[in-house]
């Protein structure tokens, strides 16, 4: 049973940045695909960015496409995403997933393992 718990989240001002985090608690870690997904309110979630187990491969949401960077840590069990030129729109509570396969996905339902998620306010 693999624990995620995110942190990093927090108000910003648009065109800001925040680092978010996610500690796994899985000691195969390394095995899992890791992703972020997000849902602002009266909204569906939506895929944000993933990374492959090794870090070498990564996908994201247009939307984030060149703002956002995902990265992992094996050695830490963490996995991070950089959000920078943040704007109104990305204000959501993100989800940190994990997925006990090597393919890199973009659907939630695919994704076993999920955090509590963390709060991002950006204001205009």
């Known amino acids: 049973q693999v624990q995620l718990v995110e942190s990093g989240g927090g108000l910003v001002q648009t065109g800001g940045s925040l680092r978010l985090s996610c500690a796994a608690s899985?000691?195969?870690?390394?095995?899992?695909?890791m992703a972020w997904f997000r849902r602002a309110p009266g909204k569906e979630r939506e895929f944000v960015a993933a990374?492959?187990?090794?870090?070498?491969?990564?996908n994201y949401a247009d939307s984030v496409k060149g703002r956002f960077t995902i990265s992992r840590d094996n050695a830490k069990n963490l996995v991070y995403l950089q959000m920078n030129s943040l704007k109104p729109e990305d204000t959501a509570t993100y989800y940190c997933?994990?997925?006990?396969?090597?393919?890199?996905?973009?659907?939630?339902?695919?994704?076993?393992?999920w955090g509590q998620g963390t709060q991002v306010t950006v204001s205009s």
């Open positions: 899985e000691r195969t870690f390394s095995s899992y695909t």
């Open positions: 997933a994990a997925r006990a396969s090597v393919q890199v996905v973009t659907t939630p339902l695919l994704y076993g393992y």
């Open positions: 990374v492959s187990w090794s870090g070498g491969s990564t």
